[in-house]
T-cell receptor
Framework: DARVTQTPRHKVTEMGQEVTMRCQPI?????VFWYRQTMMQGLELLAY????????DSGMPKDRFSAEMPDATLATLKIQPSEPRDSAVYFC????????????????FGPGTRLTVL | AQSVAQPEDQVNVAEGNPLTVKCTYS??????LFWYVQYPNRGLQFLLK??????LVKGSYGFEAEFNKSQTSFHLKKPSALVSDSALYFC???????????FGIGTKLQVIP
């Protein structure tokens, strides 16, 4: 049963510290998405990649957030420096896209990383 | 800009009764519509999607959704609710291509035994 995995599942840190969240997409998938979920804002898309290339990161605060895919099996989301307002659940999702049908593909979500910044 | 509205924060239904979770959308061009479900402390799970074809889409766990172009709606339905259906339900829309998917704020479904 293929699943998206995310580590860590929970992270508590102090303001100003660097936070790195990792995601392993389902083997064979070529799209990766990062979302942030909060009670106030709901589910927000932060970034997405296709074939490891970033297609859109307009939802991400550029001054402190960065997203990368070092290889096809690993996606990372970093926050440096972290702030209390970054406290949220961060989800990674993956999917498979044929060229031109990107938006219609089913996304498979990981269990999320619950981040608390004190 | 595309958008999706889920007008009800919470829907309560008695076990065994039919349920409906509402969703309306706005998009330029043809819409592609999704429903996802989120159980507590879990990621979202895909339920069903409408791409083209029949307006009635059947999905997982006995759920179905009806695409209504004139009313720009895509309501989620199930003939007989189970307590285990209690969860947070998200409607989502995209115009396809390389457009990102926009999610609604979610509707909490509470099925009462």
């Amino acid at each position: 049963d293929a699943r998206v995995t995310q580590t860590p599942r929970h992270k508590v840190t102090e303001m100003g510290q660097e936070v790195t969240m990792r995601c392993q997409p389902i083997l064979g998938h070529n799209t990766v998405f990062w979302y942030r979920q909060t009670m106030m804002q709901g589910l927000e898309l932060l970034a997405y990649f296709r074939n490891r290339a970033p297609l859109d990161d307009s939802g991400m605060p550029k001054d402190r957030f960065s997203a990368e895919m070092p290889d096809a099996t690993l996606a990372t989301l970093k926050i440096q420096p972290s702030e209390p307002r970054d406290s949220a659940v961060y989800f990674c999702a993956s999917g498979f896209s044929f060229q031109g049908t990107f938006g219609t593909d089913t996304q498979y979500f990981g269990p999320g990383t619950r981040l608390t910044v004190l | 800009a595309q958008s999706v509205a889920q007008p009800e924060d919470q829907v309560n239904v008695a076990e065994g009764n039919p349920l409906t979770v509402k969703c309306t959308y706005s998009v330029s061009g043809n819409p592609y519509l999704f429903w996802y479900v989120q159980y507590p402390n879990r990621g979202l799970q895909f339920l069903l999607k409408y791409i083209t074809g029949d307006n009635l889409v059947k999905g997982s766990y006995g759920f179905e959704a009806e695409f209504n172009k004139s009313q720009t709606s895509f309501h989620l339905k199930k003939p007989s609710a189970l307590v285990s259906d209690s969860a947070l339900y998200f409607c989502a829309v995209t115009s396809g291509g390389y457009q990102k998917v926009t999610f609604g704020i979610g509707t909490k479904l509470q099925v009462i035994p």
